[in-house]
């Protein structure tokens, strides 16, 4: 941001004419970074356009998010089943209606509106050259992240595979904890403990944060 942003914002440009700074995934730059990036906003107003794109604008801070127009781009479950199909003509994946019905049912609708993840258990559903639906749905992407949380003991591993992964399980610590929570259904004590973050995490800003004190919890 101080250099090469800073340094593009500072070079000369025609008169009436303004230069175009796109920085895609502008959720994963570091507060640091944001808090850099909000006075050069207003510095390079006169001849600079900023456009950030994001898929959690509660991570993008609010002097950053004051300083722009947000747009939320949106589309519904069907649109989604729209692009699978154009999907599916292009690879010239043969499937039948009730196997669009089933794919539809269980993956799209389950995991909209994680369109990287929809895709991703599609390609793993086509491999044969046909949408066949796979019978063992327990080997899904949540349950991965899921496992990997309950079997590793470093809380500060676990955190860092999260920041690392979040668009495995779109970013909803709320929802990731209740599947641990129905991980933990013989075990009271840590039932109660989730209950309990699930509640704080309901009501505060940064969930990230609550749910990483809710797995130190878990692992003392």
Avoid: H, W
């Amino acid at each position: 941001v101080k250099t090469t942003v800073l340094n593009y914002c500072q070079l000369a440009c025609e008169p009436d004419k303004k230069k175009i700074i796109v920085l895609d995934e502008a959720d994963q730059l570091s507060q640091q970074a944001q808090m850099a990036l909000r006075n050069i906003i207003v510095d390079a107003l006169d001849n600079t356009r900023f456009i950030l794109t994001c898929n959690y604008i509660d991570k993008i801070i609010p002097a950053i998010q004051s300083r722009c127009t947000p747009i939320k781009i949106e589309f519904s479950c069907k649109d989604v089943g729209i692009y699978i199909m154009d999907i599916l003509a292009k690879e010239n994946i043969k499937y039948t209606k009730k196997d669009l019905s089933d794919f539809m049912l269980n993956v799209v609708k389950k995991q909209y509106p994680d369109i990287r993840s929809i895709i991703e258990r599609l390609q793993l559903c086509c491999q044969s050259g046909e949408l066949k639906l796979i019978d063992n749905f327990s080997t899904t992407v949540e349950n991965e992240v899921v496992n990997f949380i309950v079997n590793t003991d470093n809380v500060r591993t676990i955190r860092e595979y999260l920041l690392n992964n979040e668009e495995k399980f779109s970013a909803d610590y709320i929802n990731l904890a209740g599947e641990i929570f129905n991980y933990y259904q013989n075990d009271v004590k840590k039932m109660l403990i989730i209950a309990d973050y699930i509640y704080k995490m309901s009501v505060v800003f940064d969930k990230e944060i609550q749910f990483t004190a809710m797995i130190a919890e878990l692992k003392k």
